[in-house]
């Protein structure tokens, strides 16, 4: 009952909701946030450790960033952060160069990885929980299937997360998400979808000579800086101008075609961070969350995860309209699609407390 209250409660933070009275007692627990520099098998990254003053021997969770520019200063994340450590949780957020570059990239599960090693090692040897979100959730169920981090991980949740990239990409041309029973999902794919890969490889799309300037556009769209944005369009030529336009507008037949083949050229890439075909050995507890209207990576990526995973691995799964992509924002759920969510969210805290 307790872990039901604390996710209530958690779940009313991370919205911007009024706690209800009662609850508060479950969220009201001191914490020391504290700025590291994580000295990693895979490199020195920056970190944010929130720690709750009065439980001794809390346990811990690894908190992964989505793509933004922002990556551990992101508020919502600074947010989550600070409701778990409020009801009795260690949390570590490291940050990920890569993705705060919106490049989803191998080097990152490594990352995850060694993150997940250090808050082991710091919190006495006993193995913790890794959250990831959005492509975060994928690569963190690699590093959970890599043999050298089993011991450290001892349980994923991936939120709004991809199982295949080059499905997702294929998504963001189409539309179309084809599930495990061979249904498709239909959904209008946000812009942010493809503009990531268009401005991960922009030298593919433009010539050499207007890859800075066009990159810059790109970067301040998707850090949604409308000053920077047009002081970036300002100055292009009109031919870069065009071309800029261009690889923003997917409704473009001939923008979908370079898309399409720049995602041809980089499968490989793909498919290194695609948990998809490589989880039917995975041993770790796995939790898997998606929002029903997800449209930068639809919710038919958990249903094949779900479907990939062995039994004794998944634990739970909930697609949920309370959820859009990693806002508690979703179209017209209901209260038992809340009660719902709650319970998965209070199955997720237990696992992390359980020792």
């Known amino acids: 009952m307790r872990v039901h209250l604390q996710s209530v409660a958690v779940l009313d933070l991370v919205g911007d909701k009024p706690v209800p009275s009662l609850l508060r007692r479950f969220v009201s627990e001191p914490i020391a946030v504290r700025d590291l520099e994580l000295p990693l098998e895979s490199g020195i990254v920056r970190g944010r450790l929130y720690t709750p003053l009065r439980s001794k021997n809390a346990p811990a969770i690894v908190v992964l960033h989505g793509v933004h520019h922002l990556g551990i200063d992101e508020p919502r994340l600074e947010n989550f952060a600070t409701s778990m450590a409020s009801c009795g949780i260690q949390v570590l957020t490291p940050e990920l160069p890569d993705i705060k570059d919106y490049q989803v990239g191998k080097n990152s599960i490594a990352t995850i990885g060694?993150?997940?090693?250090?808050?082991?090692?710091?919190?006495?040897?006993?193995?913790?929980?890794?959250?990831?979100?959005?492509?975060?959730?994928?690569?963190?169920?690699?590093?959970?299937?890599?043999?050298?981090?089993?011991?450290?991980?001892?349980?994923?949740?991936?939120?709004?997360?991809?199982?295949?990239?080059?499905?997702?990409?294929?998504?963001?041309?189409?539309?179309?998400?084809?599930?495990?029973?061979?249904?498709?999902?239909?959904?209008?794919?946000?812009?942010?979808?493809?503009?990531?890969?268009?401005?991960?490889?922009?030298?593919?799309?433009?010539?050499?000579?207007?890859?800075?300037?066009?990159?810059?556009?790109?970067?301040?769209?998707?850090?949604?800086?409308?000053?920077?944005?047009?002081?970036?369009?300002?100055?292009?030529?009109?031919?870069?101008?065009?071309?800029?336009?261009?690889?923003?507008?997917?409704?473009?037949?001939?923008?979908?075609?370079?898309?399409?083949?720049?995602?041809?050229?980089?499968?490989?890439d793909m498919a290194a961070v695609s948990p998809h075909g490589r989880l039917a050995t995975l041993k770790t507890p796995v939790y898997l969350l998606h929002g029903a209207g997800d449209n930068i990576i639809p919710s038919a990526e958990t249903e094949w995860m779900a479907s990939e995973l062995p039994k004794r691995s998944l634990k739970a799964v909930l697609i949920s309209p309370v959820l859009s992509h990693l806002n508690l924002d979703g179209a017209g759920p209901t209260m038992a699609d809340q009660l719902r969510l709650v319970h998965f969210f209070a199955e997720v805290l237990h696992a992390a407390e359980v020792k």
Do not use: C
């Open 114 to 268: 060694d993150s997940a090693e250090w808050l082991t090692h710091s919190d006495g040897g006993r193995p913790v929980g890794v959250l990831g979100l959005s492509f975060s959730g994928g690569l963190s169920l690699l590093a959970a299937a890599e043999p050298k981090y089993q011991r450290d991980i001892r349980f994923v949740l991936a939120v709004g997360s991809q199982d295949e990239m080059s499905r997702v990409a294929a998504y963001y041309r189409t539309g179309e998400d084809v599930r495990p029973n061979g249904s498709a999902e239909m959904l209008a794919p946000h812009e942010y979808g493809p503009l990531v890969l268009e401005y991960e490889h922009v030298g593919e799309f433009v010539p050499a000579k207007d890859v800075a300037p066009i990159r810059a556009v790109l970067r301040a769209h998707l850090y949604e800086d409308s000053a920077g944005e047009r002081v970036a369009l300002s100055r292009l030529s009109t031919a870069q101008t065009a071309e800029a336009k261009a690889l923003m507008d997917m409704s473009l037949p001939a923008t979908r075609t370079a898309l399409e083949l720049a995602n041809e050229r980089h499968a490989d």
